[in-house]
């Protein structure tokens, strides 16, 4: 079981760069979302979706864009990384429905530093 | 807005001593309550998930509680040993902004000394 895979583990960027952060998972789960890490401030929303085709904001949208175009991929794209971008990204997926067992599973995370 | 608090900070306790990990939330109305450990440069690990209508969940040495209408839940952790020494987040699966959504506590960083 592969779970939940994030793709690149480590990657450095210079301002104004921009790349994808990869997220698949082979559990058929309907919700993705995306969350940063930081130091004092725990794990933030930046993204989530509630299924293919459907995307959302979370708490820390900006400067991040993303899409689901299939129920296994989820890619969160920096537009133009600035330092603040800085962080640790993780992935989670889960079952949507609340009368089901919605335990989220989470990837080992992505490591960016933006200099 | 949800918001979830996890006491002490950070937490240090000699081998083979019980300790308890205390979150708590503001907003009663969640769907779960989940309990994850994260090593240092790893990513989270589900330990426990409790849904709002359960009060506790076990998992060998975990015993998590919930007690949702003063919005409370603790981790228990038996007979601690160091490799327990972690990073333990809480969060609460909840209704919000028109979505689901998990809120995170900061973590209670668990130190056990051989």
């Known amino acids: 079981n592969a779970g939940v895979t994030q793709t690149p583990k480590f990657q450095v960027l210079k301002t104004g760069q921009s790349m994808t952060l990869q997220c698949a998972q082979d559990m058929n789960h309907e919700y993705m979302s995306w969350y940063r890490q930081d130091p004092g401030m725990g794990l933030r929303l930046i993204h989530y979706?509630?299924?293919?085709?459907?995307?959302d904001q979370g708490e820390v949208p900006n400067g991040y864009n993303v899409s689901r175009s299939t129920t296994e991929d989820f890619p969160l794209r920096l537009l133009s990384a600035a330092p603040s971008q800085t962080s640790v990204y993780f992935c989670?997926?889960?079952?949507?429905?609340?009368?089901?067992?919605?335990?989220?599973?989470f990837g080992q995370g992505t490591r960016l530093t933006v200099v | 807005k949800q918001e979830v608090t996890q006491i002490p900070a950070a937490l240090s306790v000699p081998e083979g001593e019980n300790l308890v990990l205390n979150c708590s939330f503001t907003?009663?109305?969640?769907?779960?309550l989940q309990w994850f450990r994260q090593d240092p440069g790893k990513g989270l690990t589900s330990l426990l998930l409790?849904?709002?209508?359960?009060r506790e969940q076990t998992s060998g040495r975990l015993n998590a509680s919930l007690d949702k209408s003063s919005g409370r839940s603790t981790l228990y952790i038996a007979a601690s040993q160091p490799g327990d020494s972690a990073t333990y987040l809480c969060?609460?699966?909840?209704?919000?902004?028109?979505?689901?959504?998990?809120?995170f506590g900061k973590g209670t960083k668990l130190t056990v000394n051989p």
């Open positions: 907003d009663s109305a969640i769907y779960n």
């Open positions: 989670a997926s889960s079952l949507t429905p609340r009368w089901v067992r919605t335990e989220a599973f």
């Open positions: 969060a609460v699966r909840t209704f919000q902004g028109g979505s689901e959504k998990l809120v």
């Open positions: 409790i849904q709002s209508s359960q």
């Open positions: 979706s509630v299924g293919a085709g459907i995307t």
